[in-house]
């Protein structure tokens, strides 16, 4: 997050608040995320086909699909940090975010990240203390105050059910937390900016079941704040956190519906052989 | 079309020997069903008594199939129509057992029938049975076959079933009226057709369940909720 939120600012447009009205689709009000027609390419090779979906507000929308059939490269294109590798662009189509196109040459992408949070497979806090780690993203939005960066840091904490475990040891440091703890540490310093949007790599991948089912638990808590993406490779995990699923294969979404119709009775062959274990 | 193999081929192990048990146990309730109704028919006590005593292994096979649901649940955390096929094949042991059970009335009223006079009325309970016993086989290929067209027809077919069995209770209680020194031996045969009654019933849950396991389709209730 350091890197992206140094980057420089070349705003002038500013993106819509969730619960704003849109600045164009006001009919959209159940859209929070827009993708359509969205093709991805790195370099000459394109990776993501004619994308269409729309992401609901405060709700958990998971990406499945096998390794290599564009999830995380459609979940990074929501905060553009596929801006940052070179060579890699949409070659046609659009992601709206509230309305506004995450693309436009207007739009802020310092302020597009901190408006789309993002928690990565592997927890990666800084190299500092616990209360560090959350102010960091406050204090780059120039947020100086120390009375109003420790109440970011407590609501942060508490808002990923970490808290009451670090309440006493904020100035530890964070690398001394356990693997579950860093991973929540990472959510409440995504939480910290008061985003809209969290995006979740395989946020569980490296945790054991305690930590997971925390985690899993922290999502469902989260969803009634914030709209929740999450690209999961356990199948189990989409359809015990997820409101909406996505199956991706080959590059091109699938199937798009709610997750007790995928996961009961999807309509792709595709799609119903991937969930049951019949190639993968 | 059958559907490509899992990756895990001890789920595909599972998921048929579920399966397998499924429609053993169907075999058996009919053949228990057959025996029972053969014994009333031609009044031999044998039949009813191996109809009774075949119940067991139908029990235990229901056992066995809740046992080995909940370890496929366990162990392959099924989804979709792998998901549907095993509650599907849970529910179906349930009613398949019932459907067994009823056999083992119908068996021990007939007993208690052939210690008398054989009664003409019998007869009545043909018909009835040959509908359920259609009933029990049709429902079993629906889900066998997961043929969702035989389950709606096999559903439909209840209401007939339902119109027999009523004939069937008034003809025998004007009969009770009429000798009422046979009174004990309509009432047995009463019961015998409520029980056939019942099979059509555990018969239609059967295909209620057979088409959900093949379409996800929940079927149960559309009557009822059409009304309401």
């Known amino acids: 997050m350091v890197s992206l939120l140094e980057m420089p600012q070349t705003v002038t447009q500013q993106l819509p608040r969730q619960n704003e009205t849109p600045v164009e689709e006001t009919e959209e009000a159940t859209v929070m995320i827009d993708v359509r027609d969205l093709d991805f390419a790195y370099g000459a090779n394109q990776v993501l086909y004619n994308v269409n979906l729309d992401i609901p507000p405060q709700a958990v929308t998971a990406f499945i699909g096998p390794s290599g059939c564009g999830k995380t490269t459609l979940l990074r294109c929501i905060n553009r940090m596929n801006d940052l590798i070179e060579n890699a662009r949409i070659t046609r189509g659009a992601i709206r975010l509230g309305g506004v196109d995450i693309n436009a040459p ?16 592997k927890s990666n806090p800084f190299p500092k203390s616990i209360y560090d780690n959350i102010a960091y993203g406050l204090r780059i939005a120039g947020v100086n105050k120390r009375s109003q960066i420790d109440e970011a840091v407590e609501k942060s904490l508490r808002g990923a059910a970490l808290w009451d475990e670090v309440k006493d040891r904020l100035d530890e440091g964070a690398l001394g937390l356990s693997g579950g703890q860093q991973q929540r540490l990472c959510i409440a310093r995504a939480l ?35 709209t ?42 595709r799609t119903e052989d991937y969930i049951t274990g019949r190639f993968g | 079309m059958t559907p490509p193999k899992h ?43 191996t109809a009774i005593a075949d119940d067991e292994e139908i029990d235990q096979l229901e056992k066995q199939i809740d046992k080995d649901g909940v370890d496929v649940l366990l162990r392959f955390q099924p989804v979709a129509s792998d998901l549907r096929r095993v509650v599907a094949s849970m529910k179906l042991s349930t009613n398949i057992e019932r459907i067994a059970d009823q056999a083992t009335n119908i068996a021990r009223r007939a007993r208690k029938l052939n210690r008398h006079p054989a009664l003409p009325e019998v007869e009545i309970i043909v018909p009835i049975q040959a509908h359920a016993m259609t009933m029990f086989k049709e429902a079993i290929d629906a889900f066998a076959r997961e043929d969702v067209d035989l389950g709606r027809a096999v559903v439909a077919q209840d209401k007939d079933l339902d119109y027999m069995n009523k004939m069937a209770n008034r003809k025998l209680t004007e009969r009770m009226a009429q000798d009422p020194k046979a009174l004990r031996g309509y009432l047995n045969l009463i019961f015998i057709s409520r029980c056939l009654e019942r099979v059509g019933d555990h018969a239609t849950n059967i295909a209620e369940d057979a088409v959900y396991a093949a379409a996800a389709e929940d079927i149960r209730h559309q009557t009822a909720a059409a009304t309401t």
Do not use: W
């Not at chain 1, 207007?106 to 497979?121: A, I, K, N, P, T």
């Open chain 2, 7 to 49: 990756i895990l081929g001890t789920f595909d192990e599972a998921l048929s020997s579920l399966r397998n048990n499924v429609l053993m146990m169907a075999g058996l309730a009919e053949r228990t069903l057959d025996r029972a109704i053969k014994g009333l028919l031609q009044r031999d006590d044998n039949l009813c008594v």
């Open chain 1, 192 to 226: 910290a900016v008061e985003p809209d949007v969290v995006l979740m790599d395989e946020p569980c991948s490296a945790l054991d079941p305690i930590a997971t089912a925390k985690i899993e638990e922290l999502i469902q808590e989260l969803k009634r704040q914030y």
């Open chain 1, 106 to 121: 207007e739009v802020d992408v310092v302020d597009l990240r901190r408006r789309v949070g993002m928690v990565f497979q």
């Open chain 1, 228 to 269: 929740i993406v999450i690209v999961t490779h356990n199948m189990q995990q989409a359809g015990r956190v997820s409101d909406y699923t996505g199956f991706f294969y080959l590059g091109k979404l699938i199937e798009f519906g709610s997750t007790t119709k995928i996961f009961t009775n999807p309509s792709e062959r």
